[in-house]
T-cell receptor, first 110, second 116 residues
Framework: AQRVTQPEKLLSVFKGAPVELKCNYS??????LFWYVQYSRQRLQLLLR??SRESIKGFTADLNKGETSFHLKKPFAQEEDSAMYYC????????????FGGGTRVLVKP | GAVVSQHPSWVICKSGTSVKIECRSL??????MFWYRQFPKQSLMLMAT?????????EQGVEKDKFLINHASLTLSTLTVTSAHPEDSSFYIC????????????FGPGTRLTVT
């Protein structure tokens, strides 16, 4: 079965500090991995996906198949980054379904 | 951009009654929509995959007779919670697969259901 684990429920950092959200997955094939973000009182939206290898809002994430990880990083956190972040996996066994991690709440303090 | 709406945004109903939640793709056609449930401070749990013109595929442990899903058109899927009980109180979120890409899901704002 595929599974996504986000070990940290809450990350609190000061503005300007680096932030790293951990995501580990278990999947027997080649997964597609995503990070979704949910700002306060807003809907869930896609932040980035591993295939694109892009940086969105200063965030990057690298897929490490050896460690089965897809950690999300930003070198200098901003207050507007405060939100819930969900790591998600889509694999062949589950078709087009997304399996979400438990989520990490990021709080960026001034 | 691709926008997904849900109606109502919140609803309160009495135990034993049924309530219908609508999910619409406003500016694109969605052959596949997904229904999730989210408990407070928890992640999204997929309930079912809704395919236009065919029966929904339910996840293990989800009662299909209790959570009726209808995807009668390319822009509308409905979730009906039948004979609701207080334990059905939750945040229900739908998403639709995007118009051109096969990977992105666009999420609705969610519907908060409270069963008294």
């Amino acid at each position: 079965a595929q599974r996504v684990t986000q070990p940290e429920k809450l990350l609190s950092v000061f503005k300007g500090a680096p932030v790293e959200l951990k995501c580990n997955y278990s999947y027997s094939g080649s997964p597609e991995l995503f990070w979704y973000v949910q700002y306060s009182r807003q809907r869930l939206q896609l932040l980035l996906r591993h295939i694109s290898r892009e940086s969105i809002k200063g965030f990057t994430a690298d897929l490490n198949k050896g460690e089965t990880s897809f950690h999300l990083k930003k070198p200098f956190a901003q207050e507007e980054d405060s939100a819930m972040y969900y790591c998600a996996l889509r694999g062949g066994a589950a078709g087009n379904k997304l399996t979400f991690g438990g989520g990490t709440r990021v709080l960026v303090k001034p | 951009g691709a926008v997904v709406s849900q109606h109502p945004s919140w609803v309160i109903c009495k135990s034993g009654t049924s309530v219908k939640i609508e999910c619409r793709s406003l500016d694109f056609q969605a052959t596949t929509m997904f229904w999730y449930r989210q408990f407070p401070k928890q992640s999204l749990m997929l309930m079912a995959t809704s395919n236009e013109g065919s029966k929904a595929t339910y996840e293990q442990g989800v009662e299909k007779d209790k959570f009726l899903i209808n995807h009668a058109s390319l822009t509308l899927s409905t979730l009906t919670v039948t004979s609701a009980h207080p334990e059905d109180s939750s945040f229900y979120i739908c998403s639709a697969r995007g118009p051109r890409s096969s990977y992105e899901q666009y999420f609705g704002p969610g519907t908060r259901l409270t069963v008294t």
